[in-house]
């Protein structure tokens, strides 16, 4: 099993990593300021379980059709969440 990751898995597995990131980010600030807690501990946890579920119906290729529909779901849930924090601020 010595096969390179081509571009493609190591951007979509990228683009998995940094709202995943935002993610346990927000939930240290939620924690420490007592806001957004329900939101910010759900996020994570949803997460876990699509990628998981996406990747085991994908038979583990990250590139593909379902792990990349998560990437960009929570994409767009990160993009409306700086939206309303823009709104807010």
């Given at each position: 099993?010595?096969?390179?990751?081509?571009?493609?898995?190591?951007?979509?597995?990228?683009?998995?990593?940094?709202?995943?990131?935002?993610?346990?980010?927000?939930?240290?600030?939620?924690?420490?300021?007592?806001?957004?807690?329900?939101?910010?501990?759900?996020?994570?946890?949803?997460?876990?379980?699509?990628?998981?579920?996406?990747?085991?119906?994908?038979?583990?290729?990250?590139?593909?059709?379902?792990?990349?529909?998560?990437?960009?779901?929570?994409?767009?849930?990160l993009a409306m969440l700086m939206a309303i924090f823009a709104r807010v601020l």
């Amino acid at each position: 099993m010595n096969e390179a990751l081509t571009r493609s898995v190591k951007f979509w597995a990228l683009g998995a990593a940094i709202p995943f990131l935002a993610s346990i980010a927000l939930l240290g600030i939620a924690i420490s300021r007592q806001t957004l807690l329900a939101f910010s501990v759900g996020w994570p946890i949803i997460q876990v379980l699509g990628y998981s579920g996406a990747l085991k119906r994908a038979k583990g290729q990250i590139d593909h059709a379902l792990v990349k529909t998560q990437v960009v779901l929570h994409w767009m849930m990160l993009a409306m969440l700086m939206a309303i924090f823009a709104r807010v601020l």
